[in-house]
Structures are given as structure tokens and as C-alpha cells.
């Protein structure tokens, strides 16, 4: 596989706007962000958001006042809080940040002449948010998914595996909770999955539970479930959700004994994932900026299409993929650049 083709595999649509600035405004504009939770990603995707929001000419406090509500991901609350602050004052616009904050805002908004944004969600198709990725919506809702798509993501997996030239495939449990986005990104990759004679995928699910107080609950019934098969397993996938990126729940992983083949985050990488694919939070806060800016200019939010991002971030894990057998292609060492990690840690 060459360098130019795993370019061609990560190029996606990506937004056709021009940068807009401020139109004089006799008060500030009102933006409310509501997150789902605030991991990594998610709160560096929103500074990023607010920063490129200043470029295009919405001063924070002057041009643009800005509400930012988190829903500790809990649907209940995230609609809850949502609705209190629209019915507090009414927002000129709402960004919505991942796909439980998306579907709250979009049972609330649907309705409205509100315009909705959001980013960070796993599949906006699925969700029905639009129809095909790279269409526009016709209604008052646009935004952008940070997932690399899943026939991508099993292409670089597979491409490793193969150097372990065994005959067998590897089986490998997809480690999901409930939460929207984890049952849509395992369903995608089971549907592709028989593409690829390297890999066999095995779904492991456990109970979403929202809150801080559920998440030690949480965690153990995604141990269990790794303990519970861990007899015929190769490896473990995280996909999408609040788990992948969250320390504690790595360690606990990582204690099974069971080495992690692919995640979402390059903390992931680091801690042991053979590899990891994830957005770019600046590229994320950056489209979604342009959308708002636009949206706020007089563009019609359905006439803006919902789209991927034209790049994304690599890393991988070379101890692992030894543990399995594998190399890592010198292609992907230079997709992952310098965050080629020699051994797990958890550090900062």
C-alpha cells in the first residue's frame, strides 16, 4: 500500500465556505455550546471554536456572548438544561458537541427557527440527521462528523495485522457501551468487517450508565465482559464513546492482560492501542466556526452540507503490535509522525 492511497483513503468533503465576518450588531450574538460530557476532544474542539469565532470577528464578550452548558452525559439533563437556557433567552444560534448533546438539541430545535451546528458526531446519517454524508440538510441543522470512516479504519488495522502472516484471523472484541455513538461505529464496522480476512470482530457490550457516580458501575461490566471472553481473544477495539479517552477506564483495560488493536484517541496510543485515528481539534472548532459565521452572515443552515474533516491524526504503538506478531507498514509510521510510542504508558 502506498502513501498516496492512504492520503486518498483520509481525504473527505470538507466545508465550501468562505470566511464571514461580523456584521455590525446593535447586541452581541447569542451562542449556546452544549456538550455532552467535557473529555479532551471535546473541550479543545470548543476553545478551538470560540478562538477561530474571534477571527472571523465575534470578540467574546462584545460581538458574541456565549452560554456553555455540560450535560455530564446524561440525555435527560442535556435537554433539560438546554431548554432553560433557550427559554431564558432565545440564542441566534446552538452548537451541539457530540451525539447525545446532537439528539437533545435536535428533539428541541426541530421545530424552531433556531439554527443548529454540531461536530463530533459519529454518524450523522444514522442519527438522521441528513440523508448521505456530504448533502445538505434542507432544515435548520448542519454540522460535521470526526470519525475516519470505518472501511479506512479497518484498512490500516488490517495492514499491520497481515504481517504476523498467520492463518487464522485475528478475534477481536469490540469493547462498546450503549451510548449512541458506540453502537453506531460497531454497527459500520460489522458491516464492512467481511472485507477483511485478517479480522474478526466480536461485539462486547456493557450498560451506558450517565454520570460520575455510575461510571465505576460502568467500567466493571466492560471488564467483565473482556474477562468473560478473554479465553478467545486476540485483541480489543474501542470505538466511539466516553470510555476510550478516559484514564482510569485504559488502566483497567490494560490489567486484563488483553492488548488493545485500534481506538479513537492517541492518549489510547500511548497508553497501548497498536493504533489510534482521531480528529483534529482545531480542524473540528475550525469548520464549525466557518458554519456558524456563515449561518449568523444569512446563509440558510440546510443549504450548508454536512460533511467529514480533510484530515486526521494518527498514532500507533510498536510494543503492541510486536505482541501480536506484527510490524507496523513504514507507511503508517509516517501517517503517525510523532506519535510513534515503543512502549505503553499512561504518563502525561
Not at 473527505?12 to 450588531?25: D, T
Not at 476553545?47 to 450535560?71: Q, W
Not at 438539541?105 to 446519517?125: E, H, K, Y
Not at 478467545?232 to 488493545?260: C, Y
Request: net charge negative; proline share 7%.
Amino acid at each position: 500500500m502506498t502513501k498516496a492511497f492512504l492520503n486518498l483513503l483520509f481525504l473527505g468533503l470538507c466545508f465550501c465556505l468562505l470566511p464571514l465576518n461580523a456584521p455590525a450588531a446593535e447586541r452581541p450574538v447569542r451562542i449556546v455550546i452544549l456538550q455532552t460530557f467535557p473529555p479532551p476532544l471535546l473541550e479543545r474542539s470548543t476553545k478551538a471554536f470560540r478562538a477561530e469565532m474571534t477571527d472571523f470577528g465575534y470578540k467574546d464578550g462584545t460581538d458574541v456572548d456565549y452560554t456553555v452548558l455540560n450535560a455530564q452525559g446524561d440525555f435527560k439533563l442535556a435537554k433539560s438544561i438546554l431548554r432553560s437556557a433557550i427559554d431564558e433567552v432565545r440564542p441566534d444560534l446552538v452548537l451541539t458537541i457530540a451525539t447525545l448533546a446532537t439528539r437533545a438539541g435536535r428533539q428541541l430545535l426541530s421545530d424552531t427557527a433556531i439554527p443548529q451546528v454540531f461536530m463530533i458526531v459519529t454518524d450523522p446519517v444514522g442519527e438522521g440527521f441528513v440523508s448521505e454524508m456530504g448533502k445538505t440538510t434542507r432544515s435548520n441543522i448542519t454540522g460535521q462528523s470526526h470519525v475516519v470512516p470505518v472501511d479506512t479504519q479497518l484498512t490500516l488495522v488490517s495492514e499491520i495485522l497481515t504481517t504476523a502472516r498467520r492463518d487464522t484471523p485475528f478475534h477481536i472484541g469490540i469493547l462498546r457501551s450503549t451510548y449512541p455513538s458506540a453502537v453506531s461505529e460497531t454497527a459500520q464496522l460489522r458491516e464492512v468487517a467481511s472485507q477483511f480476512p485478517a479480522i474478526d470482530l466480536i461485539d462486547l457490550s456493557f450498560p451506558y450508565l450517565p454520570g460520575e457516580s455510575a461510571r465505576p458501575e460502568m467500567h466493571k461490566s466492560a471488564i467483565d465482559q473482556i474477562h468473560k471472553h478473554k479465553d478467545t481473544l486476540d485483541g480489543l477495539w474501542l470505538v466511539a464513546g466516553p470510555n476510550q479517552s478516559n484514564r482510569d477506564f485504559m488502566k483497567k483495560v490494560r490489567a486484563t492482560g488483553v492488548p488493545i488493536v485500534k481506538s479513537g484517541s492517541i492518549l489510547s496510543a500511548r497508553a497501548g492501542a497498536m493504533i489510534a485515528v482521531q480528529s483534529i481539534p482545531e480542524l473540528n472548532g475550525r469548520a464549525a466556526a466557518e458554519a456558524a459565521s456563515a449561518i449568523l452572515s444569512g446563509t440558510d443552515p440546510g443549504d450548508i452540507p454536512v460533511v467529514r474533516p480533510n484530515s486526521f491524526a494518527a498514532g500507533v504503538n510498536i510494543a503492541t503490535a510486536a505482541r501480536l506478531g506484527a510490524i507496523i507498514p513504514s507507511e503508517i509510521l509516517e501517517l503517525a509522525q510523532d506519535n510513534v510510542f515503543h512502549q505503553p504508558t499512561l504518563g502525561d
